[in-house]
């Protein structure tokens, strides 16, 4: 869990077995995308994306298998563990977040909600949780996620 001794506990890296799982990857994902975030791709049965802008994230890319003689793509993903996703550059994320995709297999935090009086003065705010994922670390760009 730690890698130097006094350094404290990290959660980056820990990944469950029972959650890597085989998916389709929709083209143009190459091996140089490991490690990034991906979603759900709704245009075809049990097939991945790089997270685009918004996107729930799923889990974090672990392999890529082009199989060219079976004219499929195919990657292995984890969905659940300590998982480390690339930060988009220019978005802050901190710990206690929940984080969303951000556009090529980046990740940003979901947006804050802001409530008015009418006015269109601030009177809430609040983040938007969904529920499936919480930063527990941040260094610079990149971000440590427990997916649940």
């Known amino acids: 869990m730690s890698s130097v001794i006094g350094a404290g506990v990290s959660l980056s890296g820990i990944f469950i077995e029972d959650f890597l799982f085989p998916f389709n990857l929709k083209s143009g994902i190459t091996t ?3 490690g990034k975030a991906v979603a759900l791709d709704t245009s075809a049965a049990n097939t991945v994306k790089l997270a685009g802008d918004g ?3 799923i889990g974090r890319l672990e392999t890529v298998e082009n199989r060219l003689s079976e004219g499929i793509l195919v990657g292995t993903v984890s969905l659940k563990g300590g998982l480390k996703f690339p930060v988009k550059s220019g978005e802050t994320v901190a710990i206690g977040d929940t984080i969303q995709g951000a556009g ?5 935090t979901i947006a804050v909600s802001t409530d008015t009086d009418g006015t269109g003065t601030p009177t809430v705010k609040h983040t938007v949780h969904d529920g499936r994922n919480i930063v527990v670390e941040v260094g ?9």
Not at 104 to 108: D, F, M, R, T, W
Not at 140 to 148: E, K, N, R
């Open 104 to 108: 090529s297999g980046e990740v940003k």
């Open 32 to 34: 140089s995308d490991v």
């Open 140 to 148: 610079t760009g990149y971000a440590v996620v427990i997916l649940l």
């Open 55 to 57: 996107d729930r994230i």
